[in-house]
């Protein structure tokens, strides 16, 4: 299909493009326009006005704080999967964003935009909820963050900017699999693990409505082993409606799935330990 009609504009400022989603009701937020573009060609999506971020240095880049890990909203997922601080304080943040799409969309797709991809399965929310990591926002009440997983279920509010992805460096045992549908690359299921002090955290994607963490299957592993069978019995456990059939897959068979990329994710990051 054509685009429809829109204004464009690119602000030279973080606070002028606050000013501007303010002030254009239908505003959206263009950074690299992986998930946005095509579903303004397809219809499935519509824009008054594109606020073109992509020249905002400041939301570029990853540094090591007092608190963990600040990755920029505008940071590639291919600068993402390469960085040596998020390879070895965030491992299941750099396995997503590799796993994320080809080299094209991995140069152009960023962190912010792969997190507030609403309606896709993308592979960066999940890793970012197993992660324990908070999104941080620009609006017009200022600053703010929310929790990677409640950000998963209710995406950005109309008017704010994801600036940042902010990961605590508490429990560095972390790792990421996925099953890919192979003509678009998005998870038919992706699971994210980080082994911490109190135990396993635990999300899925792709098999679930939206990324969640499972925190049933948390408690039936936290004593450990977690082996192949510890694993699959703990998922034999979840009610079979969390997992949601589709593209020829049952949810039986999902739920299966899941246990077994995540018994396989717990291997990765206790090897990695």
């Known amino acids: 299909m054509i685009l429809t009609e829109f204004d464009y504009v690119r602000p030279v400022g973080l606070e002028e493009a606050l000013t501007l989603l303010a002030g254009t009701p239908g505003a959206r937020v263009l950074a690299g326009g992986q998930s946005l573009l095509p579903d303004l060609r397809a219809g499935a999506d519509r ?19 007092p608190g963990g890990l600040r990755i920029g909203a505008l940071t590639t997922l291919a600068e993402l999967s390469a960085d040596p601080l998020v390879r070895a304080g965030a491992p299941e943040l750099a396995a997503a964003a590799r796993a994320n799409g080809d080299p094209q969309v991995r140069n152009l797709g960023t962190v912010g935009g792969n997190l507030a991809a609403g309606g896709r399965a993308t592979d960066l929310p999940v890793a970012a909820i197993a992660a324990g990591a908070l999104v941080e926002l620009a609006g017009p009440g200022g600053p703010s963050t929310v ?4 950000f998963a279920a209710s995406g950005a509010p109309a008017g704010t900017v ?3 992805l902010l990961v605590s460096e508490g429990g560095r045992a972390g790792a990421f699999e996925k099953t890919a ?11 994210a693990v980080r082994i911490t002090a109190d135990g396993p955290r635990i999300a899925v994607t792709g098999a679930t409505a939206r ?3 499972l925190r ?10 977690y082996t192949t069978d510890a694993v699959l019995a ?15 897959t049952s949810a039986e068979y999902l739920g299966h799935l899941a246990g077994v990329l995540t018994a396989r994710a717990l291997a990765r990051a206790q090897a990695l330990a």
Not at 216 to 225: C, F, I, S
Not at 234 to 248: D, H, K, Q, S, T
């Open 211 to 213: 990324p969640l963490r």
């Open 216 to 225: 049933g299957v948390e408690d039936r592993l936290r004593a450990g082993p």
């Open 234 to 248: 703990a998922f034999r456990a979840e009610p079979r409606e969390l997992f949601v059939p589709g593209r020829g």
């Open 147 to 150: 929790p990677a997983e409640e």
């Open 47 to 65: 824009a008054r006005l594109l606020v073109d971020i992509r020249r905002l240095e400041e939301l570029r880049g990853t540094a090591r704080g």
């Open 162 to 164: 994801v600036t940042a």
């Open 181 to 191: 549908d192979r003509a678009t690359r998005y998870p038919v299921c992706a699971t």
